[in-house]
Nanobody, 115 residues
Framework: VQLVESGGGLVQPGGSLKLSCAAS????????MSWDRQASGKEREFVAR????????TYVDSVKGRFTISRDDAKNTVYLQMNSLKPEDSAVYYC?????????WGQGTQVTVSS
C-alpha cells in the first residue's frame, strides 16, 4: 500500500488549496479514504472521510462548508479542496485508509496559512 500526498504549500488567509493523494497497492474503489491533519505541537485530528459506495462524506465541524473531499476511482486519487483557509488550518495533512485490518498513512503534505 502506498499513499502519496501533494498540493500543500503557503497560502494567505482566505485562500484555497487542493490536496491530492495518489493511492496504489490495493483496490482503491473499495476503500474508505480519509484526511487527517496534525498541527505543530498538537495531536493529529480527523478532517474528512469519503466512503467507497456512494461517496458519502463526513467532516470535522471546523471545516464544514469550507473543505470538500472527493475521489476519482479511475485515477486512484482522493482530493481535499480547501477554501476560505484560516491560520488555524496550518498543519501537515495526511491521507489514509484501512486495508486488510491495517491503517496506512501517507508521508503528509505541509499546509501553511499565513499573511
Amino acid at each position: 500500500v502506498q499513499l502519496v500526498e501533494s498540493g500543500g504549500g503557503l497560502v494567505q488567509p482566505g485562500g484555497s488549496l487542493k490536496l491530492s493523494c495518489a493511492a496504489s497497492g490495493f483496490t482503491f474503489s473499495d476503500a474508505v479514504m480519509s484526511w487527517d491533519r496534525q498541527a505543530s505541537g498538537k495531536e493529529r485530528e480527523f478532517v474528512a472521510r469519503i466512503s467507497s459506495v456512494g461517496s458519502i462524506t463526513t467532516y470535522v465541524d471546523s471545516v464544514k462548508g469550507r473543505f470538500t473531499i472527493s475521489r476519482d476511482d479511475a485515477k486512484n486519487t482522493v482530493y481535499l479542496q480547501m477554501n476560505s483557509l484560516k491560520p488555524e488550518d496550518s498543519a501537515v495533512y495526511y491521507c489514509g485508509t484501512i486495508y486488510q485490518g491495517y491503517v496506512y498513512w501517507g508521508q503528509g503534505t505541509q499546509v501553511t496559512v499565513s499573511s
